[in-house]
């Protein structure tokens, strides 16, 4: 594992910036990306001279998801020493995976969704899967024209990733096409569909971001939380908080049946299959 730093945090006129700095992995979550990721993010809550907060990545790409390479049972318990955090065995069933993934996946997003300040993600190239943990819980979403969405998780015998938004950020027919399919959604029709807030050029990613973070900086924070929480609050009563909790659920119902196929959490049968084949 790497000891340098895979996200770093600096605050600039108001506006703390979260920057995700493994663009050699893509960016992909390590449990240390993870780690370092939340610890920003706190850091940007706990900090009276930030309004705004930007999230942003490195490289060609946001995010390519979850680094699957990292999460044997042997990297998982060296993060966590003193841990069972295998997927199953020792005693402890999926209970202890289920445990490590509500933490760092779907807890941690309703958290970063739910720190009292206004945040942007600002997008480039790939966010795939995992990637949208990291997007959707920000109030706000610029992407550059190069940028793409997909959760192409299905193949893996679950029914998306962890903080399932799909419904409530695509609508419900939008969001079955692309699971079903785990075809791509280009930043053009992410807008077209009220997903995105504004598509920019590549070029251009950073400047429109900051210049869009300074603009909020200017409103009243007290005005802006309650902002924040009056909308988040409508979503919730709307449901969004149970659904995703129990859409969570059949996530590890959906790893359950693929390590009674195959004893491999990630793959099920189809999937084994698939690579048989090349599809």
């Known amino acids: ?24 992995a893509s960016n992909a979550q390590d ?17 009276d001279t930030v309004r705004v907060i930007v999230l942003r990545a490195d490289g060609r790409s946001f995010s390519s998801g979850h680094d699957l390479r990292a999460f044997d049972g042997r990297t998982l318990r060296d993060a966590l020493p ?41 997008v480039q190239g790939a966010c795939i899967a995992g990637g949208l943990n990291l997007c959707w819980p920000c109030d706000l979403i610029v992407a550059a024209d190069d940028a793409f969405f997909s959760d192409p998780v299905a193949r893996m015998g679950i029914p998306g990733v962890e903080y399932h938004a799909h419904v409530w950020e695509l609508g419900a027919r939008k969001a079955k096409e692309i699971l079903f399919t785990g075809s791509r959604l280009s930043a053009a029709e992410a807008h077209r569909l009220g997903m995105v807030n504004q598509v920019v050029p590549r070029t251009d990613l950073d400047q429109e971001v ?24 409508t979503l919730d009563i709307q449901g969004q908080r149970a659904a995703m909790q129990a859409a969570f659920d059949a996530h590890w119902l959906g790893h359950a049946n693929a390590l009674s196929q195959t004893g491999n959490r990630l793959a099920t049968l189809a999937d084994l299959e698939a690579m048989k084949t090349g599809d």
């Open 82 to 122: 003193g841990r069972d955090v295998t997927f199953g065995g020792e005693g402890r069933g999926l209970g202890a995976g289920y445990q490590w993934e509500s933490d760092h996946y779907l807890d941690a997003a309703r958290r970063w969704r739910d720190v009292p300040k206004p945040s942007i993600a600002a």
């Open 210 to 233: 900051m210049d869009l973070a300074r603009r909020i900086a200017s409103v009243d924070p007290f005005a802006l939380a309650q902002v924040k929480r009056a909308v988040n609050l």
């Open 1 to 24: 594992m790497s000891s340098a730093p895979s996200v770093d945090f600096s605050v600039k006129d108001a506006v703390g910036v979260i920057t995700l700095t493994r663009p050699e």
């Open 31 to 47: 449990p240390k990306l993870l780690r370092e990721l939340d610890a920003a993010w706190r850091s940007a809550a706990d900090d």
